[in-house]
């Protein structure tokens, strides 16, 4: 079957096996690879994007859902060029750990700041649940939320 997506602001189509995932759409798909595929269980948030505006595990929405919608993925956090407050949050702050939990991260805070510039540290905890690190620690990446929102809640 042929899903057609608007992703980051472009339509774009490809053909797929019936069962396949929205994140294996992006990735096998459309060639997109910042979002990761590291449990495909719905567990870690390695996959995380925006369908429609709503945060969404996409290894848990098939590719068919998609189809005729809006996706957002980390990819398309960029404006210009340049990184995403968030993005630029991450870097400074070293929450930059590895590879595969890093896209998820940045997409659920990008989410959650986007919902709430000033939110309590229950509330990032709570916003940032669904996401795993299995390595390395979340401090950073707390530190790195901090960051970004008081950067961004500085922007006119
Ligand atoms: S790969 Fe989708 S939640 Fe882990
Ligand atoms: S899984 Fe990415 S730093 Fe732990």
């Known amino acids: 079957m042929v899903v ?6 472009e339509w774009l189509e490809a053909e797929v096996w019936p069962g396949t995932s929205l994140l294996g759409l992006l990735r096998d798909g459309l060639n997109l690879y910042g979002s990761k595929n590291a449990c495909e269980q719905g567990e870690c948030g390695s996959c995380s994007v925006w369908l429609d505006g709503q945060l969404v ?13 809006t996706v957002r993925t980390v990819e398309g956090l960029r404006d210009d060029g340049r990184l995403h407050p968030v993005q630029e949050a991450f870097v400074e702050a070293g929450a930059v750990q590895c590879g595969f939990c890093t896209p998820g991260f940045v997409v659920a805070v990008a989410d959650l700041l986007q919902r709430d510039p000033d939110p309590s540290p229950a509330t990032v905890r709570e916003a940032l649940s669904g996401n795993l690190c299995r390595c390395t620690g979340y401090q950073k990446i707390l530190d790195a939320v901090n960051l970004a929102a008081a950067r961004m809640r500085d922007r006119p």
């Not at 057609?4 to 602001?9: F, L």
């Not at 595990?57 to 919608?69: M, P």
Request: one cysteine or more.
């Open 57 to 69: 595990c996409s290894c848990l929405v098939l590719a068919a859902q998609a189809h005729e919608r």
């Open 4 to 9: 057609r997506t608007k992703v980051n602001g």
